[in-house]
């Protein structure tokens, strides 16, 4: 494919450098290597052996402290790798210390291996001679976040058809047959409850870094990239990482590796593409979680074509390239952070003017680039009445539209609030999982609220998930309503006041879309089936706007204990 080879950086045993990192026997001890090493990148590693290595490395030395962040489905543990120096265990601590907190996650999907072989190799550097990165940093590394389909070892070409190495890899979803990738909104696997809790509610990293293998497009780039693309974020973080962070790292990556990356996107190879475009928007995905959440964020996508030592080692390179710059303006991004969040506790409060929020999104374009793609050729059948294409193994440079990020295309505006009847404690136990602030009415309050009048509701014939998502119509319409006692308020003059509307507004990809209300307005089987409701099941959503914070007293609910 044309792809350039090189050596990958000497993944082999070190000896720890700093002085006084341990003690003199353990400093001279080597330090271990990945089963892909000690396998010639013909294997990948077990969650044990993940395990092992990880106690080998802290028995060396190594200033880290392992951590588990909870258990998977069927009771493996998450491990959470806490590498700071001098050693902090807390989030206190990491306050104190006023160093960034980065966290960077691999294998969600645990076909994709090389994320869980690079940051074992870069935990052992930071041991030695990356070890100045902790001067400005605290990391936290999930090395295995799908324990369960990481061990579910298999064939690749079974497993993951196409990939290119190792020889025998996992399975894509977890325990409970659940992308975890698509769960980061609903919150269902004890992965994604864990994560959410115990990092993102307990660290706050800064930015997080979210390593994938990509099986779409030829194309000729060794690793794609992408930052959050829902345009509900706050902008000044998801804005610092397009047009600052990322363009500065792929200069680096070229410079010093030589190695080719690019936007993460996929084209048509069957026809005359004109477009690059990059995946969905929401905040289903990680990184669009996490910059929904005001946060930065990154996807790495290493090619599923080339082989598993360079994938390895150009997502090794990546890593630690986003982790050098993160440190050298450590001071910067705490700014953009700190700006963000009040900025949009502003928003709700009303001192500053409410955006429009989106509920339906369209790809929105930086303008026309080239980008390298492989030539295709028609092998003489047809997929689904299409040719099919296969790769030639050569490349060619091809003008394209990219489309890297995306645009309203139907909005609402931001509310104040939005008002929960009591029943609808369950749905508050996951806000409160998200780090969402909830309060509670202890009297009558009587307002003006916005009233969604249900037109129609659409669930989809096909299952996604285990869920019939539902796609819900209708207007607002202004009426006084009383709230009585009891009755939950969540405020969107927060932090997360934007987490707040995409989780809760029916129109959008929130908790309605994945059926969340759906005991509250109607069986999706008996719609599917046919079966008609009366008008008042389907007369109006049970989530109410607030155009104003209540006037009476309220008491902040309690964390709902939903963790993994």
Known sequence: ???????????????????????????????????????????????????????????????????????????????????????????????????????????????????????????????????????????????????????????????????????????????????????????????????????????????????????????????????????????????????????????????????????????????????????????????????????????????????FKTRVTVTHDFVVEVLEYVAAHADEIREVIREADQVTTMEGAGTLPRPDLAVDYEPASRGTEPVVLEVMRSTGDTVRGRPRMEGTGTTRTVNLDIRDRFAAKATRPLPAGYFLPASLSGIVDLLRLHGIAVERLDAEWRDTVDVFRIQKLDWAEREFQGHHQLTVTGDYAADQRAQPAGTYFVSTAQPLGRLVFTLLEPEGWGLARWGLFDRWLGSEFGVLSGLEYGSQALSEFPVQRARRAPGVATREVEEAALGG
Do not use: C
Not at 135 to 140: E, F, K, Q
């Open 1 to 307: 494919m044309n792809l350039p080879r090189h050596p990958p950086v000497p993944f082999i045993f070190v000896t720890l450098l700093a002085a006084g990192a341990a003690p003199a026997a353990a400093q001279r001890r080597p330090l271990p290597r990945t089963v892909a090493e000690r396998s010639d990148y013909r294997e990948t590693a077990t969650t044990a052996q993940v395990g092992a290595f990880l106690d080998t490395l802290e028995a060396s030395g190594a200033p880290m402290t392992i951590t588990s962040m909870g258990t998977s489905t069927t009771g493996k543990p998450l491990y959470l790798v806490i590498v700071s120096s001098p050693r902090v265990t807390s989030p206190a601590e990491a306050a104190r210390s006023g160093k960034l907190v980065v966290y960077v996650q691999a294998n969600i999907h645990a076909g994709e291996v090389e994320g869980k072989e690079a940051v074992q190799a870069l935990l052992r550097e930071i041991a030695g001679p990356r070890r100045t990165l902790l001067d400005s940093l605290v990391l936290l590394v999930a090395p295995v976040y799908n324990p369960d389909g990481n061990d579910a070892m298999g064939p690749v070409a079974r497993n993951r058809p196409g990939q290119n190495g190792p020889e025998r890899v996992g399975l894509r979803p977890n325990g409970q047959n659940l992308d975890l990738n698509r769960d980061y909104l609903k919150a269902e696997a004890p992965e994604t409850r864990a994560s959410v809790k115990q990092v993102y509610d307990t660290w706050d990293p800064a930015l997080m870094m979210d390593l994938h293998t990509t099986d779409g497009t030829l194309h000729g780039y060794l690793l794609t990239h992408a930052p959050p693309l829902d345009p509900n974020g706050p902008e000044g973080p998801t804005t610092y990482v397009r047009d600052r962070l990322l363009p500065a790292v792929r200069r680096t990556v070229d410079q010093r590796y030589h190695e080719p990356i690019f936007d993460y996107g996929n084209v048509d190879n069957r026809t005359q593409p004109t477009a690059w475009e990059t995946y969905a928007p929401l905040g289903w995905y990680g990184v669009n979680y996490v910059g929904l959440r005001g946060r930065m964020a990154v996807l790495s996508e290493a090619y599923s074509h080339a082989d």
